[in-house]
């Protein structure tokens, strides 16, 4: 094995998608400009925050399911080194072959070479954003292995050379009119005459991809869930290509981050009511596919699971920023952020964008290679009432910001306020200083950027300490 948890270490340069080329300032301004995106989004989570209000509504007990949910992760974390070793014990006794993988490149490497060995050059995938993560499909391409998107949004946004902008619906981004162009420019063999409906759109991209289901005898897939007591794996999806992927091909290959464990089958009920409900606005998932190991002459004869960290434990080693990985990947945060809402999922350079991006993203890479992002948010804490395992995103952010370097103008004036609190007869002669701002309401240069957004705050007429004195 050459990981082993406790040994910290953030997800490498150059490999995956965890870093973007510019900061969320700059990318959120030119995406603010966009106004077809800004209309698809506003439609797209407007919908579905309506949809998953409407069957969050009809459970009595919603919040004490979200706090067995919180326990649950915080336990699993608490135990995590000895719940993976138990996953693979189960795994490896049903037949499967675990894999540690440190970080991408490592994921990358084993994932390649094990397709390499199957002498096959295809591989189909399951929506993974693990994969998408490490930038596996990359890493197969320069390997001369071509990966196909089998889940319809990843497939839209593989066919449009495009990236990902949400955790559930990576092609939130495009309208129906913008798919329909996609396919008559990208897929092969589509009718000339393709309309953007929705249910035509649809059956192009079965028709395109019914051949490959059954000539690709090598699958990649993500997991939601690994039960460590049995050794089960577990998918969730709504449109059963997963189901294909899962079952037809003669090798799978699982990549998983090493938070996705949790303990028993008991805990799993937790989270299968929790996850539908704040994802996809339905009761149950369609299709939930559960399998170990290998079972001779049914589904693939040769499984693999590949466990990985890729900064993970840096998180973990984090007291106040652990939390982010109990994200169950619901994407609830995003449908009901604000910012998210007017710039997109791109704004943010990483595969996870919105809240939960926002924190676990400079975790996984380290704060300083994604700075930005603990600042891309109101902090209005709408992430925290939806979040279904009640992750504290607002508590993180503000944690995440103080561990950021700060431009030396900020630092200088943050010592020199420090400086002036500690001493009493100077702090109160700042006070005093203070009222004969009252008129101000924009700062000089170089403090200039503060005030043009916001009026500057007005000092109080009369200080604490001269209401005290004259009592």
Not at 19 to 38: H, I, M, T, V, Y
Not at 160 to 170: E, M, R, T
Not at 361 to 367: A, D, E, F, K, N
Not at 454 to 460: E, G
Request: hydrophobic share 40%; aromatic share 6%; net charge neutral.
């Amino acid at each position: 094995m050459s990981t082993f948890l406790g040994m910290p270490a953030t997800a490498p340069r150059g490999v995956g998608h965890l870093r973007g080329d510019e900061s969320f300032p700059d990318a959120a301004r030119k995406a603010l400009g966009n106004e077809q995106l800004r209309r698809n989004l506003a439609h797209a989570t407007t919908t579905i925050r309506g949809k998953s209000g409407a069957v969050v509504a009809e459970l009595p007990d919603w919040q004490e399911l979200r706090s067995a949910g919180s326990a649950l992760k915080a336990a699993t974390m608490a135990r995590l080194p000895e719940l993976l070793e138990q996953l693979e014990e189960k795994v490896t006794a049903a037949g499967g072959v675990v894999h540690w993988a440190a970080d991408a490149t490592e994921a990358n490497r084993i994932v390649t070479g094990l397709v390499r060995a199957t002498g096959h050059r295809r591989v189909i995938k399951v929506k993974s954003m693990a994969t998408q993560e490490i930038g596996l499909n990359e890493a197969l391409e320069e390997a001369g292995i071509a990966p196909v998107e089998t889940d319809l949004a990843e497939l839209i946004v593989q066919l449009g050379h495009d990236k990902p902008s949400h955790i559930l619906v990576p092609a939130i981004h495009r309208n129906r009119t913008e798919i329909r162009d996609i396919f008559l420019r990208e897929m092969p063999g589509v009718d000339p005459a393709l309309t953007d409906d929705p249910a035509t759109l649809a059956a192009a991209a079965r028709r395109y991809l019914r051949e490959t289901f059954l000539s690709t005898k090598v699958a990649v897939s993500g997991a939601n869930f690994a039960v460590a007591e049995t050794g089960t794996l577990v998918v969730l999806e709504s449109e059963g290509n997963g189901r294909m992927c899962l079952t037809l091909p003669d090798t799978l290959i699982t990549v998983m981050g090493i938070e996705k464990v949790v303990p028993t089958w008991r805990d799993l009920e937790v989270f299968l009511q929790l996850l539908p409900r704040a994802s996809t606005g339905e009761r149950m998932n369609p299709y939930t596919s559960m399998w170990t190991g290998v079972t001779p002459g049914d589904g693939p004869q040769e499984f693999h699971l590949v466990l990985l960290d890729n900064g993970r434990t840096a998180v973990l080693a984090d007291e106040v920023g652990r939390q982010a990985l109990h994200c169950i990947r619901c994407s609830a945060c995003l449908n009901v952020c604000p910012v998210y809402e007017r710039t997109g999922g791109h704004a943010y350079g990483s595969v996870y964008p919105g809240p939960i991006g926002a924190v676990l993203s400079p975790q996984l890479t380290g704060v300083a290679d994604n700075a930005s992002l603990p600042y891309a948010s109101s902090l209005c804490g709408a992430c925290f009432d939806a979040c279904p395992v009640k992750i504290d995103i607002p508590s993180v952010l503000v944690h995440l910001r103080n561990e950021a370097p700060h431009p030396r103008a900020e630092r200088i004036a943050m010592a020199a306020a420090a400086y002036t609190m500690d001493h009493p007869a100077l702090y109160a002669r700042a006070q005093h200083a203070a009222r004969l701002s009252r008129h101000v309401k924009r700062l000089p240069p170089p403090l200039n950027g503060w005030t043009a957004g916001r009026d500057l705050p007005q000092p109080p007429p009369e200080t604490f300490r001269d209401w005290w004195a004259g009592r």
